[in-house]
């Protein structure tokens, strides 16, 4: 086997991981907590088929792939909930690391592409950035909302906390910060926010 095809084997080994990364968010009609393999895989699914609600017209390849790829740095750096301020200080330390270890694994040209992709994703300034960045906001929002807001009232988690978290929702997508809106609004009125 030649040394790239190995390093390409290798990486995708190792991303396998991402499935025992548990995030906070439970799976819908309160199943046991999503892993971010699941969450990337379904936020990838979301962004194809609401595409439409764009604010700008997206290359949805590029979605898909930011999608697919956006939470690899935490097989590493471990999830950090959306709503804990505390380890949100250390997040983007913790996951720059580990985006060098973990992309380090594949073949430069490789690494440098998922590498941009990541960093084209966090920085949340293309088109597509931004529409990815809005289904990782709405993708929990709609899952924690067929819990019933378990999760938020786990967490005590408050109105304008998610507010504040879905002000990227918007840059992405008026309209489906719309339906944020009001789904927030909703958990507001039955005492889950």
């Known amino acids: 086997?030649?040394?790239?095809?190995?390093?390409?084997?290798?990486?995708?080994?190792?991303?396998?991981?991402?499935?025992?990364?548990?995030?906070?968010?439970?799976?819908?009609?309160?199943?046991?907590?999503?892993?971010?393999?699941?969450h990337a895989w379904h936020m990838a699914i979301m962004a194809y088929l609401l595409r439409e609600y764009s604010n700008e017209e997206v290359d949805i390849t590029r979605v898909m792939l930011m999608c697919l790829?956006?939470?690899?740095?935490?097989?590493?750096?471990?999830?950090?909930?959306?709503?804990?301020?505390?380890?949100?200080?250390?997040?983007?330390?913790?996951?720059?690391?580990a985006k060098e270890k973990i992309y380090s694994l594949l073949p430069e040209d490789q690494k440098q592409e998922l590498i941009a992709l990541f960093d084209e994703f966090e920085e949340c300034r293309t088109a597509e950035a931004k529409f990815a960045r809005a289904m990782d906001n709405l993708q929990p929002l709609l899952l924690n909302n067929s819990n019933n807001g378990g999760d938020w009232r786990a967490h005590q988690v408050r109105a304008e906390q998610v507010y504040g978290r879905q002000e990227k929702t918007k840059e992405g997508s008026k309209i489906l910060y719309e339906v944020t809106d009001r789904i927030i609004q909703e958990n507001i009125r039955k005492g889950n926010l």
């Open 1 to 38: 086997m030649n040394e790239r095809l190995k390093k390409q084997l290798d990486f995708a080994l190792e991303i396998d991981k991402e499935k025992n990364v548990l995030r906070q968010t439970h799976l819908s009609g309160h199943g046991r907590r999503e892993n971010d393999a699941e």
């Open 69 to 97: 790829i956006h939470d690899i740095v935490e097989i590493e750096a471990g999830d950090t909930y959306a709503y804990d301020t505390e380890n949100k200080k250390t997040q983007k330390l913790r996951e720059d690391a």
